[in-house]
Every structure is written in C-alpha cells, then in structure tokens.
C-alpha cells in the first residue's frame, strides 16, 4: 500500500488485509525511490492511498509501467483528480451534471458567471476536502475572487471551473461503488454549503435507491471503474445530478454509521485485481 | 509495542507523554498542538507530520 499518511481509513484498510492473510508492505510516497530501470517484481498489486494528486499520478504511471497492478489505476486517478476531465467524463457518459464552463482569464470568467447566472461557484481543478472553493453571489464578489486567483502563482489556479450553484436541500449524497456494486450511501448534512465531512458535514445512512444506484455505477464506469466515492447533489427539483467522483475515498463516517465494512470490500477488489505470484504463496501488496 | 522513553516534540520540544503507539501513527502536540507522525519504535521517535499540500484529497 502506497500512502502519505495512516489515517483510520489506511488502518482500517490494513486490518481487513491482514484478516485475509494478506502481509502488505507499507511504501510512503515520501520516502518511495523509484530507480526508472529496477522494476519491482515484488508485488502482486499495489493499492494506492496516496493523497497528493501528482505524486500519486507519477507513481501509478511508473508502477503501471513495470506492469504492476494497480488500484485505482492512473486512468482512475488521472481523471478523478481533475474536476474538468470528471465532468467530461461524465457527461461523455450521458449523466447530469451541474451546469459547468471553463475558462482561461478573469474577464471571459466573469462574461461565463453572468451567463451561468448567480450564485455560482468557482473551484479548483485539482484539489478537495473544500478547499479554495468559492460561492459567488454578486459580480463583486466575483472579482475579488477572480482577482484573487490571477494573483496565485500555479497555473492551475488560472484555469476557472465555474458551476452554477444547486441549492441542495442542506445536504448532499456520498455513495461508495466498488467494483459494479453501489455498496452503500450516506447523507452529509451541513448547514454550511459545502458539505465535505471534512468541513464539519454530519453524516448519516442513505437508502440506495435505484436512482442512486443508477448513476453511482454509472458514474464510476464514466471514470474507468475501481473503487470510488460519487457525490451527488439533489437540486430543486428533486433531481439528481453527480457532482465529483473520489478515487482515494475516504470512509471512516460512512463505515461507522451504515455498518457496510468498505475497507474489506476494497481489499477484496484489490486481491481479485491481483495475481498469484509465479514463485507462489500469499498475495502481495 | 509498550514505548517507555520520554517523547519530546521536534516543534517546541514539549514533553509527550507515550502511549501505545504504532508505526505511522499520527497525533497531536499536547503543548503546541503541531501535527506529529511516530517515524521509528525502539527508540521511539516523532517528526512532523506530512503537511497539507495544494492537491491533496480525496
């Protein structure tokens, strides 16, 4: 297991490998040397917990390279991490999704927020857990953010993802598709607009209904399968649309308030990704 | 593994009082709250925990 930090997830993702019999190496990505000409042959697959997105896009592709199976894949990863090839992914895949545009400069950003209309919202391409998002009501709001964001140094930040704004019913869905199995869902409550747990949202179980069900799968599908978290917002209509899918998931609050054992789910699609080593005995990760 | 030596903090230097803990735990300063990661056992030793970076996430 590639990671950066051992969290309760990556605990819990050890516990249910070592309850399979499975002894898996822990590989930090901030200790990790990868000498280009040395593959590994030591691992049947390796799963990825890594949370930078380019550090754990670099190590995928390496690992892929030396033929090493990987969980979720660079593919996964690579799309996943980027909110602009998400949502094109998805809407290749005929889902719905928020009304987005993209733009390369304030001006034509601010000419995209008045056509989409406000509120909206401004977010990063890479980045997660709420960071950097932005609520624009007004178009003065609007330029001290894009203002704001000319003034940031990655070019990164100069690519605008503006979105219309749904206004969810204070909370959105969470749900967990591993494999081709919606496993489980949760509601994040928060009476703040952005709903991540990591902000503060309360989570509680979701029914998977089959709408649910529906464009979970589909969603993960569109991105290129695995094991990943699909966040859904319900608009003012009652519909739903899929937001952003999360390929290095967190899970600890869905697993404790639904029961669903997601870590044990995850390390099973691992094994079965993986492949008996040729010189015998266990898997290894 | 029992840890039994007096734990400092690299940050402030505080005193940390041991606990069970297990390699790549992470946890809080009680004096200065810095986030720290148990990087060795025996002897036990903490270092700054991986810091949030511009694209980390889910």
Redesign the interface.
């Known amino acids: 297991m590639l ?5 309760t997830e990556e605990r819990l993702i050890l516990e249910a490998m070592r309850r399979r019999g499975v002894q898996p190496d ?1 590989i930090s990505d ?1 200790a990790v040397l990868l000498h280009l000409d040395r593959p590994w042959e030591a691992y049947d697959a390796v799963l990825s917990r890594s ?5 754990g896009l670099h190590a995928l592709w390496v690992l892929e390279t030396w033929g090493v199976p990987t969980l979720n894949n660079s593919g996964v990863a690579g799309v996943c ?1 980027n909110k602009l090839l998400t949502t094109l992914a998805l809407l290749r895949a005929g889902l719905p999704v928020p009304r987005t545009a993209v733009t390369f400069s304030p001006a034509t950003a601010k000419q995209a927020l008045a056509e989409l209309g406000y509120p909206a919202v401004a977010k ?1 391409v ?4 709420g ?1 950097l998002l932005a609520r624009l009501s007004t178009p003065e709001e609007a330029d001290a953010v894009l203002e704001h964001k000319a003034a940031l140094a ?1 070019p990164l930040n100069h690519v605008y993802y503006l979105q219309q704004y749904v206004n969810k019913p204070g909370r959105d869905i969470r749900s967990f598709v591993v494999g081709n199995e919606t496993i489980c869902a949760i509601y994040r409550y928060s009476s703040h607009w952005i709903t991540n747990t990591a902000r503060g949202g309360a989570a509680a179980p979701c029914p998977v209904a089959p709408e649910i069900d529906r464009l979970s799968r589909a969603a993960a599908r569109a991105v290129g399968g695995g094991a990943v ?1 699909v966040d859904l917002l319900e608009d003012g209509d009652g519909r739903l649309l899929v937001n952003e899918v ?5 899970f600890r609050n869905a697993t404790a308030v639904t029961g669903i054992d997601i870590a044990g789910r995850l390390v099973d699609l691992l094994l079965d990704l993986a492949q008996p080593s040729a010189r015998g005995g266990g898997v290894a990760c | 593994m029992e840890v039994r030596s007096v734990v400092r903090c690299p940050g402030c230097d505080g005193v940390i009082p041991p606990e069970k803990w297990q390699l790549g735990d992470i946890l809080s300063c009680p004096e200065c709250g810095v986030e720290l990661e148990v990087i060795n056992l025996e002897p036990c030793e903490l270092a700054l925990a991986p810091q949030e970076e511009e694209d980390w996430g889910q």
Do not use: C, D, F
């Open positions: 990671y950066t930090k051992l969290r822990l901030e949370l930078g997105h380019w550090r991490g990063p890479v980045g997660s857990w960071r990655s978290a999360n390929h290095t998931m967190e």
